[in-house]
């Protein structure tokens, strides 16, 4: 049972007697066991709180009723489970059934469907059966907005595998945790604020839950979420017109604040995609970029990264990432200069156009030996394409002592032979690196990703932090 005892959440929660409750609270050493702690109906804030209810245990009804010869069989089968809600009685232990309050939240009902698998692995002549547990749960509550109920749905996922003979198996109630524990308190408190429910930011919210399609790590808004939003931005230009889309893959971080910095840097007025979720706004203006120093998405990156070196407030990014940007909004971020009037200078717009192609890889391989132990070792490799000017050696140096390479150029490569093709490329500043070589037992994994994309982001963050950094400051002593 989990108990809502103000702002604070208490699980696995027992009645005792006498107005005194049990809290069992795991520990994971075997040798020790669980601790438990009791509390007297003194330690609660009100005679009667609320609580969420449900069984320990997952109870499996059917037996085996279906089989393949894929070597998995679907097992059983588990209503859906529809969890206790109510008020308990802090001095008696009597519990009346309805939905809870928590502030401003009326949790109306909390459902979980399970679906069980039963599987068996081979292990040469013998195999081992194991259960996976697929949790589905839906959260339904109303929120209170001057009197008025709004209704949400809230679903997240889980899965668990469990070795056989032991059928019974617990249910993962850690969604149950992240709804009580962090996301009604935050709606509270974004409420508190006289924040408006209609703004309220439930992509951010839902992304909070585990889900099957998403189980990103989500934290409160950063500046290097902003950096996120301008380094996965896409410009599509038409003959007579230049268009930013901004949101790719950070729509919970999509808030009031990232997106007021960005129309106030480039000056323009984003609006959300209904379908996409996306945001997109005309730049008229830089049909007549300078193409001959940089290339269209880069010129718009790079003033977009200036402004928000330039500009970012951590304050006002913390406040403002639970509300979601109004396509009404008129209210403008006061910046530190005009940026689409006093744009970089060659100098910076040519190095930011150079870092901004950066390419990188990052993978494992191995290679089997017969008699001997297999071999395995991982390569990085560092790729910018030569943009028509050599890199001064002062910058090249700084650029491979920031990212730890030796970068060096090479002209471009033209095999005559097919067979060769590809080695080919065109002209470019490349490193390779072969590291961590290792003799292992068994069999060596086959060649794979361990990390390109974070990599070539994470190398151009280095570059984009110093580069940035430097010509600001060259800027400023003129």
Known sequence: MIIINGNEVLSDIKYLHNGKFQRTIPNYDSLVGNRTEIFEKDCFVNNCVPYIDYPEYVHVKDELIKKNNYCYEDFGKVDDLICDTGYINVADGKKEKSPIFIGKVCVDEIRIKTKIIKKFYTYGLSY???????????????????????NYLFEADSHKIIKMPFYDCTYDIQPLF??????????????????????????????????KDNRTDIHPFSFEDALDIIYNL???????????????????????????????????????????????????????????????????????????????DVKKAREAFLTLPSNSDQEEIVLKKDYINN????????????????????????????????????????????????????????????????????????????????????????????????????????????????????????????????????????
Request: proline fraction near 4%; aromatic fraction near 16%; hydrophobic fraction near 35%.
């Open 178 to 211: 992240i709804l009580t524990r962090k996301i009604i308190p935050l709606i509270n408190k974004y409420l508190s604020l006289g924040n408006d429910l209609m703004d309220l930011n439930t992509y951010y919210l839902r992304s909070l839950l585990p889900n």
């Open 128 to 150: 081992e059966d194991y259960l996976e547990l697929y949790f589905h749960y839906e959260f339904n509550f109303k929120i209170s907005d001057n009197n008025n109920y709004h």
């Open 343 to 478: 744009p970089p200078d060659t100098e910076m717009l040519k190095i930011f156009d150079f870092i901004a192609d950066i390419d990188a890889t990052c993978y494992i391989d191995g290679h089997c030996r017969v008699g001997r132990d297999d071999c395995e070792w991982k390569e990085r490799t560092i790729t910018i394409p030569y943009k028509n000017f050599k890199l001064p050696k002062k910058i090249l140096s700084k650029i491979n002592e920031l990212l730890e390479a030796n970068l060096e150029f090479q002209e471009e490569k033209k095999s005559k032979n097919i067979w060769d093709s590809d080695k080919n490329h065109p002209a470019r500043y490349y490193f390779f690196e072969e590291y961590e070589r290792e003799y292992v037992s068994g069999s060596a994994c086959r060649r794979q990703d361990i990390g390109s994309s974070q990599l070539k982001r994470d190398s151009f963050y280095k570059l984009l932090n110093f580069f940035l950094k430097f010509y600001s400051l060259k800027d400023l002593k003129g």
């Open 234 to 312: 896409d410009i599509i230009r038409g003959n007579d017109y230049v268009t930013i889309v901004v949101g790719k893959g950070k729509i919970p971080y999509m808030n009031a604040y990232i997106v007021r910095l960005i129309n106030s840097i480039l000056k323009l007025k984003l609006a959300q995609n209904i379908n996409s979720k996306l945001y997109k706004a005309d730049l008229p203006y830089c049909l007549n970029y300078p193409k001959d120093n940089i290339s269209l998405r880069n010129y718009i990156q790079c003033i977009l990264f200036w402004g928000i070196y330039d500009n970012f």
